[in-house]
Each structure stands twice: as C-alpha cells, then as structure tokens.
C-alpha cells in the first residue's frame, strides 16, 4: 500500500488514528498485510492482549475500542503496523479485507519506552518476561 493511500484512511479523529497519521506523515515506518484474517480471530487475540497489557500496568491508546470495531464489523480483516520514525511507539492498523477502509487503529509505546517493570503482589518489582502486546517475544 502506498504511503498516501495509508495517510487518506487515517482520516479518523479518534486519538489513535490522530497520532498514526502524525507519525507517518513524520516518516514512520509502515507495513500492511495482503492477507485478510477473519474478524474473530483477531477480536479474540487482542482482548487477550489488552489483558495481558492491563495486567502489566499499561493502557494501550484505543485497543479497547478497535476490539470492538473488529467484533461489530465482522468480516475478515487485513492487519499492519505502523512504527514511529523515533521508535518509541507502534500502532497496530485493522484494514477491510479489499484494503479499501480502516476499521479500527490502536497504539502504545514500543516495550523499550517502558522503564519501570510491574510491581508483584508482594511489592518487588519484577523484569517482564515479554512485550504484552506480543507474548511470543521473550526480552532479553
């Protein structure tokens, strides 16, 4: 997809497609996906997600709201991302299957912007084992 393609389906005011367009337009790097995947699979990962970010500490800019976007739109979706130039936040696009329409955008900071680990039930804090948004990434 062309870069002005992606900034004409920002059009949004929503606070998270507001700062996608911002950072694209700031030359953010960006990828979009040629497959569609069906909606549910994808409501179903990011809720899951936004539970995992919310049990860390972190509100993600909008993902609430783009799980349910997904839910009432239904269809198959096309996912990509969007990297700010600086590298210190990404926003997750969900795209209509032909590409043609944005469905549902969030954000949050990349996990190297988070400084302070979550704290445990006992007080101490911890090192986290994984970036929340995608716990199939181990840190380091």
Known sequence: ?????LESLLAGDDEASVRALADLRDGATYRVEDRAQPAGRHAGVFTRRLQRMR???LEPLGLERAVRLIREHGRPVR???????????????????GGSALVACAGRPLPLVVREPPLHENGRQTQPSSDPMNPSKSSR
Do not use: N, P, S, Y
């Open 1 to 5: 997809m062309e870069r002005h393609v």
């Open 55 to 57: 049990a860390h500490g």
């Open 79 to 97: 996912t990509g991302q969007i990297d700010a130039a600086d590298r210190t936040w990404t926003t997750l696009l969900f795209l209509t299957e």
